[in-house]
């Protein structure tokens, strides 16, 4: 009778957790979930993975691939001294293309984190990124700070649903390599789910914190000071006005050539080692 009663309790909770899994943020092309969008601010968590806080669940990609390590990565692929320019939030149709002419002009190859609809509604800006030989990263359906606060079923969809919408985007069959979560609110189950789906979790060494709009000579200072983090840094093309962004980045490229120090992609099938 008690095991009867034990089983019966456990399925009542599955019925309630898959209950709960069902709700949906909807984005809209100029809005983004929680908080450091709009305000300048980060959340406490970045970079790091919640052990706890995200409901239990199952998701239907359980385990990792054996390519595609789960770890969330920082290294580069070019080892040494090289640098990850990795560029948030877009794409976007006024930013994207002047982000993309000055990658151009110091021949840089950078991975662009993209918002699901925003890549739907922007096909030819994730065909011309991919023509360009920069790589594609997942940046979740709605960018929700608080993806670590959600059920399992909905980080899932947030992940799929936009890797599904990014690489429709591209077209070819370029894919999507890596998985950004919003804030850096990565959870264990959404690192499994985007490695299991061919992803790399990817965090960052340099927060610019460009987003926030501080002039582009604080954007500047902020890589020089911290670049001595690790090797990935952290700009946005997408959720506002970005024409300090690219000034900054055009300095900080030209920086980067003056110190000898090359650029890459961040690791996907290695360890990290940063």
């Not at 100029?30 to 790091?48: D, I, K, L, W």
């Amino acid at each position: 009778m008690a095991r009867a009663n034990r089983q019966g309790i456990r399925a009542g909770a599955v019925v309630v957790a898959a209950a709960a899994a069902v709700a949906v943020t909807v984005w809209g092309a100029s809005t983004f979930v929680g908080p450091g969008h709009g305000t300048g601010q980060r959340p406490a968590h970045e970079n790091v993975s919640r052990e706890t806080g995200a409901p239990d669940g199952g998701a239907k990609n359980g385990a990792p691939s054996s390519l595609i390590p789960d770890g969330i990565a920082h290294a580069s692929e070019s080892g040494g001294n090289a640098v990850n320019i990795t560029i948030d939030d877009g794409p976007d149709p006024q930013w994207t293309p002047k982000v993309l002419d000055v990658l151009k002009k110091y021949d840089v190859k950078a991975t662009f984190c993209m918002i699901g609809p925003q890549a739907k509604a922007h096909p030819d800006l994730v065909k011309r990124v991919v023509a360009a030989g920069h790589r594609l990263c997942d940046h979740t359906m709605n960018h929700n700070t608080a993806m670590d606060k959600k059920p399992v079923a909905y980080q899932e969809q947030q992940i799929l649903d936009a890797k599904k919408m990014i690489e429709d985007a591209a077209g070819g069959g370029a894919k999507v390599e890596y998985y950004r979560a919003p804030g850096g609110a990565f959870t264990p189950d959404s690192r499994r789910i985007a490695a299991a789906n061919g992803m790399r979790p990817l965090g960052w060494n340099v927060d610019t914190k460009d987003f926030g709009k501080p002039g582009a000579a604080t954007i500047v200072n902020a890589v020089k000071s911290e670049i001595g983090n690790g090797p990935t840094i952290l700009f946005h093309d997408g959720g506002g006005n970005r024409s300090q962004t690219v000034e900054a980045l055009d300095q900080v490229l030209d920086w980067l050539k003056d110190q000898g120090r090359p650029t890459g992609f961040p690791v996907r099938t290695a360890p990290d080692g940063s």
